[in-house]
Structure formats: structure tokens, C-alpha cells
């Protein structure tokens, strides 16, 4: 079925046999899962999430967080860009966790493998949410331990403070 040796990308075959499939489909029919695809077509789940994303691109499918992919492009028609990129999302509710006291100053934070796995995310959007949290002020990473909940004083005070420290202008006042 799929041809490894070839010159077209596993995912974008897949995404083809896909295609075919949702042609034969009713609107609102579950498209297989990640781990369906991966196993089925004994690839590894990031080829098989970007498969799915083909499809989603062109408005074939919809996916609804929780309950799976479907046939057709949503109940609100097309799927329309986010407006914040899901690394900013995953810093926001980590840092209101944080503040929150969910997650205590200078005690780790779950690990990146952790993280991607409760926000359906590449492990790379992690590292981004959390890089923007070090320069934030949210949180250090001690090499070969993991990372932290920076200490109270170091955090932001107010949305306009949610920038890399080196660009924070300060008023006098």
C-alpha cells in the first residue's frame, strides 16, 4: 500500500489514501485516529498527526480536541487560523497555574514529554512555551535536573511585562 522506497512522502501518501477514503464518507463520519494510522500503516504518529493535518489544511476534516477527527470542515465551516499560537496558550496556563499556586516557586514543573502529552503538542511547541516562560521570568532550568518555578519576585507583574527582559522598558515612577 504505501511505498517507503518512493519519492512522495510517507504522510503525504497516507493523506492520499485518506483523501479517497473521505471521498466514500458522509459528513460528521470519524476519520482514524493517530494511533489507528500508525497502526495500520506502521508509521511513527508524528507522520501519521501530519497526514491528518494535510487534510485538515485543505478543510477535508475537522478535529475536535477530545473527541477525535472528523469528515467535513466543523460546524462553523472553514477552521480559521488561531488568533494565539499554542505555544503562547500552553505559557499563559502554565504561568496562571503558577500564580495560581498549582505549581510552587523553585519546585519542578511537569516534564516536556509530560506537557506534550496533556496538550496534544509537538514536544518543540513545549520547549517554546518554556523558553518564553525563562525569559519571562516564569521559570529556570538547572542542566541535568529539569526546570523550575522561578522565585515569586522574579515573575511578571502585568501583561506588559510578558517580554524577554532584555526588551522590558521600565517608566520611571
Known sequence: MLDPEGDTHLYLQISEILRSRIGQAAVGDQVPSEADLQHEFGVARTTARRAIRVLRDENLVHTVHGQGTFVGAGPDGPIRPRKTPMYRQIADEL?????????RPRRPIPSETTLSQRYDVARETVRRAMATMRAEGWLYTVPQRGTYVAPEERWPTAPEDRQAPAERVRTPG
Open 95 to 103: 504561568a496562571r497555574q503558577i500564580s495560581a499556586g498549582t505549581y
